[in-house]
């Protein structure tokens, strides 16, 4: 009964390197997301994908590209990792994007830009 | 410009006790509010939602209010146990989901 899993779980970058977070679902949800969260920010929205082969920015999309490559996964990408990036990456995922259709979170990828 | 506040960084509550989290919002175009519940090196977890359309529900020991007027919604948590010792989020839904920053709770022995 695994829900969400993210790899890595951690991960170290240099600055200007590249990487790819990955996230897949196993509860047939048509809808995922990914989010950062940072001390006293809580979570804010990078990309969304409200159905496969659909994808959305979110509050914060700078610096990142998403993809929907089927309907259990949804990977995020960093092409040229900064300092301003290290943060906890969440992916969740959700039946739909309506309100009543609450999401389901992994626990987490925590990122550190060197 | 933050559309959902939560304004107590932190809180602390005997064990026992009533826990009260309060959440204010901005947006009236808001039509579900939702409690997530965070433990350190973990995902959030989904607690208990609310329409905008009702003023209070119920889940166990878990209840939220909502009070459209004032932009306001609650969530209490009766008694509290050790195991509430999380972060919570107030979250609220139109169009996107915006989070709240989150109120870490305290539950004391």
């Known amino acids: 009964n695994a829900g969400v899993t993210q790899t890595p779980k951690f991960q170290v970058l240099k600055t200007g390197q590249s990487m790819t977070l990955q996230c897949a679902q196993d509860m047939n949800h048509n809808s995922m997301y990914w989010y950062r969260q940072d001390p006293g920010m809580g979570l804010r929205l990078i990309y969304y994908?409200?159905?496969?082969?659909?994808?959305d920015k979110g509050e914060v999309p700078n610096g990142y590209n998403v993809s929907r490559l089927n309907k259990r996964e949804f990977s995020l990408r960093l092409e040229s990792a900064a300092p301003s990036q290290t943060s906890v990456y969440f992916c969740?995922?959700?039946?739909?994007?309506?309100?009543?259709?609450?999401?389901?979170f992994g626990d987490g990828t925590r990122l550190s830009i060197l | 410009d933050q559309q959902v506040k939560q304004n107590s960084p932190s809180l602390s509550v005997q064990e026992g006790r009533i826990s009260i989290l309060n959440c204010d919002y901005t947006n009236s175009m808001f039509d579900y509010f939702l409690w997530y519940k965070k433990y350190p090196a973990e995902g959030p977890t989904f607690l208990i939602s609310?329409?905008?359309?009702?003023d209070k529900n119920e889940d166990g020991r878990f209840t939220v209010f909502l009070n459209k007027s004032a932009k306001h919604l609650s969530l209490h948590i009766v008694p509290s146990q050790p195991g509430d010792s999380a972060v919570y989020f107030c979250?609220?839904?139109?169009?996107?989901?915006?989070f709240g920053k989150g109120t870490r709770l305290h539950i004391l022995p």
């Open positions: 994908s409200a159905s496969e082969g659909t994808t």
């Open positions: 969740a995922s959700s039946e739909g994007v309506r309100g009543n259709q609450p999401q389901h």
């Open positions: 609310i329409s905008s359309i009702k």
């Open positions: 979250a609220a839904t139109f169009d996107k989901i915006i």
